[in-house]
């Protein structure tokens, strides 16, 4: 199975700043994935992470607001840009591997 | 729209079984997925039906019908250690990873 790690765990920031998250996977995987869950909320895809190639972004979501690199297999950022309160959720990176989908331990945001 | 519907909450005794059941419509299917999230962690994957029938592994079996938009989750022998959101999640194209997930079932179980 995939080992997926994301840094950091958690942060507070301030409303206006920017914060990017890492996500790193222990194997080269093509496609990587970025879900952003609320509070008491579900799951909710953000991207997908394309290597060589921009991020595709789901309804809702744009690269003003979340750029995202991936420079190699095994490697990703999601930046949350220009934050505000509704922005505290949870982040996580998310990779499919053999009919299974993993997730990181997530990122815990709050804005202030 | 995408509809994945699940029941809010859950309560069942220690040792008993619990079918969670989960309904779908979407734009597109390839496979239903079933996670537990404890609070405050990430889900852990339990299960992946592509295809109509049971899998069971060990205390927890999923069950799927694509004809009905239909699955549910079995938990039996319940522990302590179950009480936890269930997620259903449809993996909407035919690429991983475009998971759609219903709002999750929590499971509260007691002594």
């Known amino acids: 199975s995939a080992v997926i790690s994301q840094k950091p765990s958690r942060d507070i920031c301030q409303r206006g700043t920017s914060l990017t998250i890492q996500c790193q996977v222990d194997s080269q995987v093509t496609m990587m994935f970025w879900y952003r869950q609320q509070p008491g909320q579900s799951l909710t895809l953000i991207a997908t992470a394309n290597q060589g190639s921009e991020a595709t972004y789901e309804s809702g979501f744009v690269i003003d607001k979340f750029p995202i690199s991936r420079p190699n297999l095994t490697f990703s950022t999601l930046t949350v840009s220009n934050m505000s309160p509704e922005d505290s959720s949870i982040y996580l990176c998310s990779v499919g591997q053999s009919e299974t989908q993993y997730f990181g331990p997530g990122t815990r945001l709050l804005v202030l | 729209g995408q509809n994945i519907d699940q029941p809010t909450e859950m309560t069942a005794t220690e040792g008993a079984i619990v079918q969670i059941n989960c309904t779908y419509q979407?734009?597109?299917?390839?496979?239903l997925f079933w996670y537990q999230q404890h609070a405050g962690e990430a889900p852990t994957f339990l299960s992946y039906n592509v295809l109509d029938g049971l899998e069971e592994k060990g205390r927890f079996s999923s069950f799927l019908s694509r004809s009905k938009g239909y699955s549910y989750l079995l938990l039996k022998e319940l522990q302590m250690k179950d009480s936890a959101s269930y997620l259903c999640a449809v993996n909407l194209e035919d690429s991983w990873g475009k998971l759609q997930f219903g709002a999750g079932t929590q499971v509260v179980v007691t002594p």
């Open positions: 979407t734009s597109g299917f390839n496979g």
